[in-house]
């Protein structure tokens, strides 16, 4: 487990791929049981040390996730990220067109290759989820059930086979990102269930919570966190260069 960054009413770490945030169904140990270890150890708490999840990340997904250290900044850092004023961005590393995936007439699909670099495109969709599956599908119309969805991405890094993507949510729907993108014939590599042509060898899929930016909810100082890269030389080759 990685300490991004702490203070003494959060904590942000970087969570591997494979990692969960919270204990679910599998009974695996949980990326909260262990930073309430540390915390636990790092201050000699003689009880159990008080940790709030108040975002998730996907399992096969790495990055950074913020926990809350004290009740105060549960209750606000809650409500923050219900009414959005938290800013996360994530990269995604993504199949080239035509390398696999169902490529749709959506209009953002069709202009990027002509649109000028640095370009931001915006891709809506209407999500229908099938819990049975633990998938989305998308709609370029709205459906019965469906739910409205919209982010915005550029490209900042290419390769021979791959392409780096830059992504704002502007919406938070189950599997947003990952459904989306194949939608519109740009699967994340290593992601089976939407359409990857094959998976990663350690079983992630190629996204990244790469940065987080809020006014932290009780010294209200803006805090704006990177993630460090995953240990791959494919995303350290698509990576832009730290000025």
């Known amino acids: 487990m990685q300490v991004v960054y702490e203070d003494n009413h959060l904590i942000i770490v970087y969570k591997e791929s494979g990692e969960i945030v919270q204990g679910d169904k599998t009974g695996d140990r949980p990326l909260s049981e262990l930073v309430k270890d540390y915390l636990k150890e790092k201050y000699n708490k003689p009880g159990e040390a008080f940790l709030g999840v108040v975002h998730r990340l996907d399992r096969p997904v790495s990055g950074l996730v913020v926990f809350a250290k004290t009740s105060k900044s549960l209750t606000r850092l809650n409500k923050m990220f219900a009414n959005g004023e938290v800013h996360k961005t994530y990269w995604a590393v993504v199949e080239k067109k035509g390398q696999g995936g169902e490529v749709s007439a959506h209009p953002s699909s069709c202009t990027e290759a002509t649109a000028p670099a640095d370009t931001w495109h915006t891709l809506t969709h209407w999500l229908v989820r099938n819990e049975k599956q633990n998938k989305s599908y998308a709609y370029e119309r709205e ?3 469906a739910k409205k969805a919209v982010l ?23 599997h947003q990102i990952r459904c989306q993108l194949s939608a519109v014939g740009r699967p994340i590599k290593g992601d089976l269930k939407y359409g990857a042509r094959r998976s990663n060898p350690d079983g ?36 832009p260069r730290e000025e």
């Open 204 to 239: 992630s899929i190629s996204l990244l919570s790469h940065k987080v930016e809020f006014v932290h909810p009780v010294s209200k100082t803006l805090i704006s966190i990177v993630s460090p890269l995953p240990d791959d030389t494919l995303w350290r080759a698509l990576a």
């Open 143 to 145: 459906k019965p059930q």
């Open 152 to 174: 915005k991405y550029r490209v900042i890094g290419q390769g021979d086979r791959y392409t780096l993507l830059e992504v704002n949510l502007m919406t938070g729907r189950h």
